[in-house]
Structure formats: structure tokens, C-alpha cells
Nanobody, 126 residues
Framework: QLQLVESGGGLVQPGGSLRLSCAAS????????IGWFRQAPGKEREGLSC????????YYADSVKGRFTISRDVAKITVYLEMNSLKPEDSSVYYC???????????????????WGQGTLVTVAS
């Protein structure tokens, strides 16, 4: 059974940084592409970043490119999202999710997710 557990959210000031972690179980990072999306109340799911299973290639949404970095530790079956230069508009619940492919982080990724975690809340405020 695929399981994903996020951690690392919290309150941070604008311009600050956070690192989110996604601990996976029930599969290996060679089997699934892992990514992050966020969803605020009343808003649509927004795909942010994805790291492919085959070669570790990374993809980013324009809204986070240059500020967020996704990485993985295959041995620990953990994926990270380093978030820098955070803005108030980054406030949301962040989820990690598994799919067979990143699909370049286009609509197919969020449409074909096989599993996601319970989410971790990120609040950017002064």
C-alpha cells in the first residue's frame, strides 16, 4: 500500500525558508515519480514540482521556479522540497504525491495521482 507522510510545515516570515519532507512507504522511488502540490481552501490544486523515478529529472511550476528545489534520498525513500524566498501567496496546505510519471508537471500529473499524504500547512506571514 502506497503511503506518503509530509512534515516540515509551519509559520515563516516573508523571505524566509522551509524544508518539507515526504516519507514514503510501500514502494520505492524507482517505481513512482514523486511531486508536490498545494491547495488552499476554495482553490484548485496547483502542481509545484516533481522528480521522476527513472533519472531524477526535476520539473517546476513557473510560480516556484528558482525559489523551490525538489530532491530525493532513494535509500531513505524520502523526497524533500526546499522552499526559499517565501511569499505570503505561498501560504497553503502542501501535499506530496505519487504518480507513474511527472508528465512534465502538466495537467496529466495531477490527474493521474495514485496516492498523496495528509498535507502540511505552510503559512507565510509577518
Amino acid at each position: 500500500q502506497l503511503q506518503l507522510v509530509e512534515s516540515g510545515g509551519g509559520l515563516v516570515q516573508p523571505g524566509g525558508s522551509l524544508r518539507l519532507s515526504c516519507a514514503a512507504s510501500g514502494f520505492t522511488l524507482d517505481d513512482y515519480a514523486i511531486g508536490w502540490f498545494r491547495q488552499a481552501p476554495g482553490k484548485e490544486r496547483e502542481g509545484l514540482s516533481c522528480i521522476s523515478s527513472s533519472d531524477g529529472r526535476t520539473y517546476y511550476a513557473d510560480s516556484v521556479k528558482g525559489r523551490f528545489t525538489i530532491s530525493r534520498d532513494v535509500a531513505k525513500i524520502t523526497v524533500y522540497l526546499e522552499m526559499n524566498s517565501l511569499k505570503p501567496e505561498d501560504s497553503s496546505v502542501y501535499y506530496c504525491a505519487a504518480a507513474l510519471n511527472c508528465y512534465g508537471l502538466d495537467y496529466r500529473w495531477t490527474a493521474t495521482l495514485d496516492a498523496w499524504g495528509q498535507g502540511t500547512l505552510v503559512t507565510v506571514a509577518s
